[in-house]
């Protein structure tokens, strides 16, 4: 996001997708979290949300801290609604490897014409006449 709070465009990647591991807490800034899925659908970016945790929640101890989180999957939902993806809930580790072999990756091929033979043969006709001239000049006559 752009200082003033406008969506820089950053092109169309339709078959790009963004997969979010989270326990769908917002800690950020003030809808941070619905800008960045803003930009992400007008760049045509699907994003897959995986909720980690459970809504009753759990006490983490991380380098000496004590850290509660808890599972809002409202919040991974509709990320992953706004941007035509899908949430894939996961209440313990186990259930990843089923997650990660149901994700659906999309490849988009679109063919473009490339307007560089007329360059090309351009290239070469000009090529082929200064090697004539210069045959001519060279030896007097035409083989």
């Not at 809002?72 to 949430?87: D, E, V």
């Amino acid at each position: 996001m752009r200082r003033d709070g406008t969506i820089p465009g950053i092109g169309y990647w339709p078959s790009a997708t963004i997969v979010i591991f989270s326990d769908g807490q917002d800690e950020g800034a003030a809808g941070a979290t619905a800008r960045a899925t803003a930009a992400a659908e007008k760049a045509g970016v699907r994003i897959d949300t995986v909720g980690v945790g459970t809504t009753a929640g759990t006490t983490v101890d991380v380098d000496g801290y004590h850290l509660f989180t808890a599972l809002h999957p409202s919040a991974l939902k509709s990320i992953a609604q706004a941007t035509r993806g899908a949430y894939y809930p996961a209440s313990d580790a186990s259930q990843l490897d089923g997650i990660a072999s149901t994700i659906k990756l999309r490849l988009t091929i679109t063919s473009q014409r490339l307007p560089l033979a007329g360059a090309f043969i351009a290239l070469a006709l000009v090529l082929l006449a200064a090697g004539s001239v210069l045959t001519v000049v060279r030896s007097g006559r035409v083989v």
